[in-house]
Structures are given as structure tokens and as C-alpha cells.
């Protein structure tokens, strides 16, 4: 039984990260796939696609992506910072920068699931999921 579906998804991709694989298959949910458009907008993955063939609510396969030349994965650290247990919010105007701006914060708002700076863009807090750098 998996208690943190969310969690389940930035532990997958880590490890696929740490393994060096280049391609990544994660259960689907509909926060997960807004969270790997996130990803792909912000240039954190390669590329992705949803698979509907395979469990109720289908696949998600994420192409990882890495530095050309010195083969380093762009995704350095990629940390759960709301959890079942305790739940983080913050308003807009305390949405964190991650490392000065380099690095992006997503978080779950009553408009959807976007990044930090998209929340204060439209003076809308919420839950912040993670931090992604």
C-alpha cells in the first residue's frame, strides 16, 4: 500500500536519477502529470508521455535528462517538503525562493499545481509539495 503516491514519484525519479537511467515508468495520478509538465516546462526532464494502456489511470514514462558534456544529471536534488504527517502552506507573498531563483518550488494552489514564482505571479499560496534544483 503506498501512503505518499507523491512522494512514491520524487523517490522513483531520484533513484532513477542516482542510477543514471535515462527513462523512468511512474503509476499515473492527475497531480503527477501536472507535476512532470512542471518538470518539462522548466527543463528539469527531456521529454514525456502518458500511457493509458497499463493500471487504472495508466503510466507516466519521463526521458531524464543530463548534461552533454560532463554527463550530470540536471536534476541535482529533488526533496518532498509537504508530507501526510504535516502538511505545509504558505501564502504567496512566503512562497521560498530556491537557491536564489535557480531552482523552483512546486505548489499545489486551489488553481491547479504550479511553480512558486507562478503563485505569487497570480497572488495565489497553497501546499508547497516540493523543491526541485
Known amino acids: 500500500m503506498n501512503i505518499d503516491p507523491i512522494a512514491d514519484y520524487l523517490t522513483r525519479v531520484r533513484n532513477a536519477v542516482n542510477a ?6 511512474i503509476p499515473a495520478s492527475n497531480v503527477k502529470k501536472e507535476i512532470t509538465k512542471i518538470l518539462f516546462d522548466q527543463g528539469f526532464v527531456l521529454s514525456y508521455k ?10 507516466i ?10 554527463k550530470d544529471p540536471v536534476i541535482k536534488k529533488i526533496q518532498r517538503i509537504s508530507k501526510p504527517g504535516l502538511r505545509k502552506y504558505s501564502s504567496s507573498s512566503e512562497l521560498p525562493r530556491i537557491l536564489n531563483g535557480l531552482g523552483i518550488a512546486i ?4 488553481h491547479g ?11 495565489v499560496g497553497g501546499e508547497v509539495l516540493c523543491y526541485v534544483y
Open 107 to 110: 505548489v499545489s494552489t486551489s
Open 20 to 25: 543514471g537511467h535515462r527513462v523512468v515508468d
Open 50 to 59: 502518458f500511457e493509458d494502456d497499463k493500471g487504472p489511470q495508466g503510466t
Open 61 to 70: 514514462k519521463i526521458a531524464l535528462k543530463y548534461d552533454k558534456l560532463t
Open 113 to 123: 499545481v504550479m511553480t512558486g514564482r507562478q503563485a505569487q505571479a497570480q497572488n
